[in-house]
């Protein structure tokens, strides 16, 4: 009786270790498909002239998005002004956070075109917008595990909102850096580029 006891313990352990590694599995395989996906993307953006990346942008309510951001980067006494309800409804959901992270792409390849006309500022602010990139995506990330359901991921369920503050920051700063660059670099385009964003 006592070892049939262990047996069905040791049995149940076992599927659970299995499931375990299953599903770290399948997270495994959707990351490296995600980080093949944002390259191939990133190839195709590269390839496109000026007025078709800006056409590509997508519009984002910059006011609550950057409500959501300033609530993040600008700690002050009460620092939380914001519930995770409302961010959520300010960025648009998780489909706000997927254009954030395409615009993000565009937004580089922007940088990026900017060095024709200011090459020392724009290899500079092109690098900085890099690592707000890294930061959206890894956020963005995030989020997307807090989606699965699943126990093993309750951490990422519980810091959604932090992760979408995180995502919202980021993108924040690379519409501020890309702005600023074209209004220093290419006056000329600096409207139509700021209608888009």
């Given amino acids: 009786m006592i070892l049939t006891r262990l047996t069905l313990k040791g049995n149940i352990f076992s599927m659970t270790s299995e499931l375990s590694y299953f599903i770290f599995g399948a997270l495994l395989c959707g990351f490296a498909g995600a980080v093949l996906a944002d390259r191939r993307a990133s190839r195709k953006i590269a390839l496109l002239d000026w007025n078709d990346l800006v056409a590509g942008l997508y519009r984002l309510d910059m006011v609550e998005l950057s409500a959501v951001a300033m609530d993040y980067l600008a700690p002050h006494r009460g620092q939380i002004d914001l519930e995770p309800k409302e961010i959520w409804e300010f960025l648009g959901g998780y489909e706000g956070l997927k254009r954030m992270r395409e615009n993000a ?91 888009a964003l």
């Fill in 105 to 195: 792409e565009i937004m580089l390849a922007l940088a990026a075109y900017a060095q024709r006309w200011n090459f020392e500022e724009a290899v500079i602010v092109t690098e900085r917008m890099r690592m707000d990139a890294a930061t959206l995506r890894r956020a963005v990330r995030r989020v997307e595990l807090g989606m699965i359901p699943a126990s093993l991921l309750r951490h990422f369920r519980l810091t959604l909102p932090l992760h979408a503050q995180e995502a919202s920051s980021a993108y924040y700063l690379m519409r501020q850096r890309l702005l600023a660059l074209y209004e220093t670099s290419h006056v000329s385009r600096y409207p139509a580029l700021a209608a």
